[in-house]
C-alpha cells in the first residue's frame, strides 16, 4: 500500500493530492483574502501607532514640563534682576540678598537644582555662586532641611539652615567638563548689544555634565541675567538630575516586562546621527555606543517609525522618534535639536500581527491535515477494489484464462471484462503462434518479458535452444545477458553459447516501454559449414599451415596489437625438394614437406609465431613478444642445431640431415609494406642457399 500511494501515477495518490490541492486552495485564498486585503498590514500599523503614541503622549509630558514649569522661571528673573541692580558691599551680600528667591524659584519649578553665577570677566575659573540643590522636588518641606548648598558662602548656608553638599565649594570652579552650560549662555548675554534682552529668548539646554568631578550627571537650563539697566550681570539656570530625568520617562509605559525604555538623543543641524544623551537601564547602555551614535532607518515615515541600524544583535529593534520643541525659530540655539525615542523589539512590537500570521499558519496546516486524512481514507476507500482486482490479476498464471472477480464499480468492472477478453484472445493468439512454429520444424523459439511479471513467456522449442531450465524473469534475463556476451564474429546477431557441444544461435529483440519479445533460432549446423568452408578457405591441406594470404591478414592482426620490440619475419626453404621428389616420387616429397613443417612448428612458443606455407617448398614464419633480438637469434640457432642431430632416414635407406635454409628482416616498425619485407626476408634466404645450404642469414 505504501509502495501504491507513494507512486504519483496511483490513484490513490492523485485523488489524495487533489483533496489536499482544493484544501490548500482554499486555504490560500482565505489567506490572500486576509493579507491582500490589508488586514495584516492594518495591524501592523496599528502597533505601530500605539507605540508611536505612547512616545509622543510621554514627550508632550516631558514639554509640558519643561515650558510650563521647569523653564517658567521669568517672575524669578525680574525680582532677582530688580536685586542686581542695586549696590551692595560684596558679592556674599548680594548673594545672601537673592537667596529666598532662588529657593522660592527652585519650589516652584520642582527642578532638583537652581544655580546664579555672577560674572563680568570671561577670563577668570572662578566666578562668584549660588547652587542649591534639592534632591527630592517632589516632597517640599516647609523648612530648608531637604536643600543642600552646592556652591555658595556657607554663611548664606547657615543663615537657610541648609547643610552644605559633598561637593560644596564656595565659588563656581570652571572645568573643561562644566564649560558650556555657563560659557554659552555667557558668549550670547555678553556680547549682547543690537538683540532683545528677553532673557528666554537666549535660554540654553546643555548635554548631560557632572559640575564636579564627584558630582552627579545633571542637565542644566542656563540663561544670561541682566540687571534693570540692561548690564549683563552673569548666567541663571536650573538643573535635573539624570537620576531624576529617568524617573520622568518610565520603560513600563512601553511595555510592563522586558521593555527597552526611552532615551533622550541630541543632534546637532549638520549631523545625520544622534547622540544619546539620556539612556535608562543596562540593555540601552549595550544597544548604544554614545560614541558612535544611533544609526537609524526610516520603516515608517507616517509614524515616526525606525529600525535602529547601528544595532548588532540578532532581534530587530525599532524606535519611535519624537522632536521637542526646545527652541524658537531665530534664537541663538536654534540648530541644536532634542528627541525622545522609545525603543521596542520586533517580536514585541508586532507580537499581535505575529500571532494572527500563527493563527493563519496553524490553521492552514489544520486544514491541509484533515484535507491529507480525509482526502486519502475516501481515496483509499474507491481505490481498494481495484488493488484488489489488481492483485488477483497479477497472481494468475500468464497461460491461464482470466475470470476476475466483480468490484462493485461499474467502471472498474468494465475495464475487468475488457481485461478478460483481451488476455484470452493473447493466449489463444500465442498458442496458434506456437503451433504454427511446431508445424514448420524449425528450431525456432519465441519468448516474451513483461516488467510487471515475474515469469516469461516462451515457446515450446526455445527451452531446449537456449538451454534454459526455469522461466523465471531474472534468471532467463541473466541467461539472455550471457549468451550476448560472446557474439560471433562478422556474422550480425549471432552469438556462441559455451559449452561442449559447441552451439551457435540467432538473437533478436525487439522492445517497447514494458514489453521485449524475442525469437532465437539454432544455427550451429550454418555455422559449423560456414566455418568448415573459411578452414578450407585459408588452411593448405598438405601442412594443416595458413595459406599466403591468410597468412599475411593473420600478420597485420598481430602486428597492430603488438609491441615491436623484437619482431622479425623469416623466410624458410626446404632445401633439395625437387631433387627428393624426382627420385623418391611426389608422395615421399610430401612426407619430406610435412617433417619439415614439424620442425619449424617447434623453432619457438605457439604464442610467440605465426607459421604458414608461400608456395610449394617455401615457408614464411613471424616472431613476436620477445624482449630482444638476442633472444630471437638464439631461438633461430638452437633450431638449426637440433636440426642437424635429426637426421632423416629415406626410403633406399640412406640417412641425411632435412635441409631448411633461412632469410630473416627485422620489423621495425609497423603499418608497413609487406611486400618489401618479404622481398628483403626472400634476399637473405637467397643468400643462405648461395653460401651455405642448411643455414641462416640475417638481413643487415
Not at 486585503?37 to 509640558?64: D, P
Not at 519624537?322 to 522609545?342: D, V
Request: a negative charge; aromatic letters at 10%.
Amino acid at each position: 500500500m505504501k509502495k501504491i500511494f507513494r507512486h504519483k501515477n496511483s490513484l490513490l495518490f492523485k485523488l489524495t493530492t487533489f483533496g489536499a490541492g482544493i484544501v490548500v486552495m482554499q486555504s490560500t485564498l482565505l489567506m490572500a483574502v486576509l493579507i491582500l486585503g490589508g488586514v495584516l498590514e492594518e495591524t501592523r500599523l496599528n502597533a505601530y501607532e500605539n507605540f508611536n503614541n505612547r512616545v509622543e503622549e510621554r514627550k508632550s509630558y516631558l514639554e509640558l514640563e519643561m515650558k510650563n514649569r521647569w523653564t517658567n522661571i521669568d517672575p524669578f528673573i525680574n525680582q532677582i534682576s530688580l536685586k542686581l541692580s542695586e549696590d551692595y558691599s560684596s558679592d556674599q551680600e548680594l548673594l545672601k540678598s537673592v537667596s529666598k528667591d532662588i529657593v522660592d524659584m527652585l519650589r516652584t519649578t520642582q527642578t532638583t537644582g537652581v544655580y546664579l553665577i555672577l560674572a563680568d570677566d570671561m577670563s577668570k575659573e572662578s566666578y562668584p555662586a549660588l547652587h542649591i540643590r534639592d534632591y527630592d522636588p517632589q516632597t517640599n518641606n516647609y523648612s530648608y532641611s531637604d536643600l543642600y548648598m552646592v556652591v555658595g558662602p556657607s554663611e548664606v548656608a547657615k543663615e537657610l539652615k541648609a547643610p552644605l553638599d559633598r561637593t560644596w565649594s564656595y565659588d563656581f570652579m570652571l572645568t573643561d567638563t562644566n564649560r558650556d552650560f555657563f560659557m554659552k549662555p555667557y558668549q550670547i548675554g555678553f556680547g549682547q548689544s543690537d538683540i532683545s534682552y528677553d532673557s528666554k529668548l537666549m535660554g540654553y539646554w546643555s548635554e548631560p555634565f557632572k559640575m564636579s568631578e564627584k558630582d552627579l550627571e545633571v542637565m542644566t537650563y542656563s540663561m544670561p541675567i541682566f540687571d534693570s539697566k540692561n548690564s549683563f550681570r552673569g548666567v541663571i539656570g536650573v538643573e535635573l538630575t539624570l537620576n531624576y530625568l529617568a524617573n520622568m520617562i518610565p520603560s513600563t509605559e512601553i511595555q510592563e516586562k522586558d521593555s527597552l525604555g526611552y532615551m533622550i538623543l541630541n543632534r546637532e543641524e549638520s549631523d545625520r546621527d544622534m547622540e544619546p544623551k539620556v539612556t535608562v537601564g543596562s540593555f540601552q547602555k549595550r544597544l548604544i555606543d554614545k560614541e558612535d551614535g544611533l544609526s537609524l532607518i526610516e520603516k515608517n515615515e507616517q509614524f515616526g517609525l525606525y529600525e535602529v541600524d547601528s544595532y548588532s544583535g540578532k532581534e530587530d529593534i525599532y524606535a519611535s522618534v519624537e522632536e521637542f520643541k526646545l527652541y524658537q525659530p531665530n534664537t541663538p540655539f536654534e540648530s541644536e535639536h532634542w528627541y525622545i525615542a522609545g525603543f521596542a523589539k520586533e517580536d514585541n512590537l508586532l507580537s499581535h500581527v505575529q500571532y494572527i500570521q500563527k493563527l493563519l499558519w496553524f490553521s492552514f496546516g489544520v486544514a491541509l491535515a484533515l484535507g491529507t486524512v480525509g482526502g486519502a481514507f475516501f481515496s483509499y476507500r474507491a481505490s481498494k477494489p481495484i488493488l484488489e482486482l489488481s492483485e488477483d490479476f497479477r497472481s494468475r498464471k500468464r497461460d491461464e484464462k482470466l475470470k476476475l472477480r466483480a468490484t462493485g464499480l461499474f467502471e472498474v468492472d468494465e475495464l475487468a471484462k475488457a481485461m478478460e477478453e483481451s488476455n484470452n484472445e493473447r493466449i489463444e493468439s500465442a498458442s496458434r503462434l506456437s503451433r504454427i512454429i511446431d508445424l514448420l520444424d524449425m528450431p525456432i523459439g519465441a519468448f516474451e518479458i513483461k516488467s510487471n511479471s515475474g515469469t516469461v513467456f516462451v515457446t515450446e522449442k526455445l527451452p531446449r535452444i537456449l538451454g534454459l531450465d526455469s522461466t523465471d524473469r531474472e534468471a532467463f534475463q541473466n541467461k539472455i545477458k550471457e549468451i550476448m556476451e560472446h557474439p560471433e564474429k562478422d556474422e550480425e546477431d549471432v552469438y556462441r553459447i559455451e559449452g561442449m557441444p559447441r552451439k551457435w544461435v540467432k538473437l533478436n529483440t525487439t522492445e517497447t516501454e514494458t514489453t521485449v519479445i524475442g525469437v532465437a533460432e539454432d544455427v550451429t549446423e550454418e555455422m559449423e559449414e560456414k566455418l568448415e568452408i573459411l578452414k578450407e578457405r585459408d588452411i593448405d591441406p598438405l601442412t594443416k599451415l595458413l595459406n599466403r594470404k591468410a597468412f599475411k591478414s593473420y600478420m597485420e592482426s598481430i602486428l597492430d596489437s603488438t609491441d615491436l620490440k623484437a619482431t622479425a619475419l623469416v623466410m624458410f626453404d626446404l632445401d633439395n625438394l625437387k631433387s627428393v621428389n624426382d627420385t623418391y616420387g611426389h608422395k615421399w616429397g610430401d612426407y619430406y614437406i610435412v617433417e619439415g613443417v614439424n620442425q619449424l612448428k617447434n623453432i619457438a612458443d605457439r604464442d610467440k609465431m605465426l607459421l604458414g606455407r608461400r608456395s610449394g617448398d617455401e615457408f614464411v614464419l613471424l616472431l613476436h613478444g620477445f624482449d630482444s633480438k638476442l633472444e630471437v637469434r638464439e631461438c633461430m640457432d638452437m633450431f638449426y642445431s637440433r636440426l642437424k642431430d635429426l637426421p632423416l632416414k629415406f626410403p633406399d635407406g640412406a640417412i641425411r640431415s632435412l635441409g631448411i635454409s633461412g632469410g630473416l628482416v627485422w620489423i621495425e616498425s609497423w603499418p608497413g609494406n609487406y611486400d618489401e619485407l618479404l622481398h628483403r626476408a626472400d634476399e637473405a634466404l637467397y643468400e643462405s642457399k648461395s653460401k651455405r645450404k642448411g643455414s641462416w642469414t640475417e638481413d643487415m
